[in-house]
């Protein structure tokens, strides 16, 4: 089984502060992150049929599988400590009004959340060698 990734808007400040969310209270240090915008996210995403200027959904790569939307998010939530990963209870939530909800944020996310010029999490990452290893990168 390899590690999940999670591939996010790299320039959202609101999926920015998700990354260090979830680098926080994982309940053990699992998953990956690769940014939308790049190379590495277009490589391994393009296969699975997702055009690279795709940036409206967070994804989740795990076991082969792709998932979008309120789907990431919950299982996100499932490898988080409680009471994060009561969130989960959610699945219970018909999939149409889940997603629906997760659209109507993130068709909102810049306006409310704004952006940034530099993507966050790998830049922090870049001077955190402990986290270095988890973010994908477009250097060799």
Excluded at 131 to 137: C, E, G, I, P, W
Aim: aromatic residues 10%; proline residues 8%.
């Amino acid at each position: 089984m390899s590690d999940p990734i999670l591939f996010y808007d790299g320039v959202c400040n609101f999926c920015n502060a998700s990354v260090r969310f979830v680098l926080k209270r994982e309940r053990a240090p699992e998953f990956r992150f690769a940014a939308l915008q790049s190379q590495s996210a277009h490589a391994l995403l393009r296969p699975l049929g997702v055009a690279p200027n795709d940036l409206g959904s967070m994804l989740v790569l795990v076991n082969g599988t792709l998932l979008r939307e309120s789907d990431a998010v919950l299982y996100v939530a499932s490898r988080l400590r409680p009471p994060w990963s009561w969130l989960t209870l959610l699945s219970f939530v018909p999939r149409p009004i889940r997603d629906a909800a997760y659209r109507a944020v993130g068709a909102r996310r810049y306006r409310w959340w704004g952006r940034s010029a530099v993507c966050v999490p790998m830049a922090h990452a870049a001077r955190t060698p402990s986290l270095n290893h988890r973010f994908l990168t477009d250097a060799p």
